[in-house]
């Protein structure tokens, strides 16, 4: 049976194009995808807004944007273990199994790997192929909208993992948004780390108070004296902010953590960040880069989400404001919206959904 695909692909900064593809079979080894529900990463809000690499926007566009989100198996081959019907989370990275990275089981690290809406075709279509052993059925009990959220709850485990904090140490967060949100509740729910010792440091009073159940929310625009308490009596921190916001989060850091003090980075940026580097040096510091994740993380994540307490409180980053996206123009509107730095975002929580009918 032949489908017919629509694809909705970023073509230059700010302008989607509708492109048509035909699918004339599923390959062994894959299953037929339609997509549910997405959300936008901030990572793809930098090449709809052209601030990638000049290098990679030429390289890489045309391209369909998204990687976070659910689908649906709409076909497969006679030897899938999936039925069709069956609704799972798309992991949106394809290692090439074959480097030292993947051999030492770090897909992560893979720098041969395809990535969704980066080296790869993302979410934003009506159809597509995908490997079967990239995907994972949701669990019974497991809300669609929630499952969404899988991919940056991974990302979340694997920078906690990294970072090594353990019971006992104080932990800030920098950064209100989605990611940052996650990294508060997972190092809570997971860490045990109480809401004494773990600090969600943001500009948004709405975006932070998400958190005050389980943390000690910190706007540093107003919260000076807050923010003047913690200085040097950081064990770990994360940074996951990035952005415009990097000039400021990364001194952030370098002031809030103890000698010896350890930072996991996960927002990303363009160009030069400046840094203290003699600080750095006399306090003794410890910076370490966290991207994406691996499927053990997938697995762990929706083993939380199981919790409908758990379930509840990431829940709480869903933005109220909802797309359906039946045209570029759609695509558009909503990437408008979820821009944290121009658009709507940047006040009111909430990582933006888009629903594809």
């Known amino acids: 049976m032949e489908f017919v695909a629509k694809e909705f ?26 997509p549910i529900v997405a959300s936008i990463c901030g990572s793809e809000m930098l090449y709809f807004k052209g601030e990638k690499e000049p290098e990679k926007l030429k390289t890489r566009l045309p391209m369909c944007l998204l990687h976070e989100g659910v689908a649906e198996v709409v076909d497969a081959d006679e030897g899938a273990k999936v039925n069709i019907g069956t609704k799972v989370v798309v992991n949106p990275l394809i290692p090439c199994g074959e480097c030292y990275f993947c051999k030492g089981q770090l897909e992560n690290l893979c720098q041969n790997a395809k990535y969704m809406a980066a080296t790869a075709d993302g979410l934003a279509r009506t159809l597509f192929l995908y490997p079967e052993d990239r995907v994972l059925p949701i669990p019974d009990g497991v809300d669609l909208e929630v499952a969404t959220l899988t991919e940056p709850l991974s990302v979340a485990l694997n920078a906690f993992e990294e970072s090594g904090a353990r019971i006992g140490n104080s932990v800030a967060v920098i950064g209100d948004g989605p990611i940052g949100y996650l990294l508060t509740l997972v190092s809570s729910y997971i860490g045990n780390i109480p809401p004494t010792k773990l600090y969600l440091i943001g500009v948004a009073d709405e975006k932070l108070s998400l958190a005050r159940d389980f943390a000690s929310p910190i706007n540093s625009l107003k919260d000076y004296l807050m923010l003047n308490e913690i200085y040097e009596k ?109 658009g709507e975002s940047r006040i009111k929580p909430g990582r933006v959904l888009l629903y594809f009918p």
């Open 9 to 34: 692909c970023l073509v230059e900064p700010f302008k989607f194009a509708l492109r048509e593809r035909v699918i004339e079979h599923v390959p062994k080894g894959f299953l037929l995808l339609k």
């Open 234 to 342: 950081i064990d770990i921190a994360f940074e996951a902010a990035g952005g415009r916001a990097h000039k400021i989060t990364i001194k952030e850091v370098v002031d809030i953590l103890r000698p010896g003090g350890k930072c996991i980075l996960l927002g990303i940026s363009m160009g030069e960040v400046p840094v203290e580097v003699n600080k750095i040096v006399n306090k003794g510091l410890i910076f370490k880069g966290s991207t994406r994740s691996r499927m053990s993380h997938y697995i762990k994540a929706l083993e939380l989400l199981k919790s409908t307490d758990f379930q509840s409180k990431v829940r709480r980053i869903i933005s109220m404001k909802r797309f359906i996206i039946n045209d570029i123009d759609d695509l558009t509107e909503a990437f408008k919206y979820a821009d944290t730095e121009e």
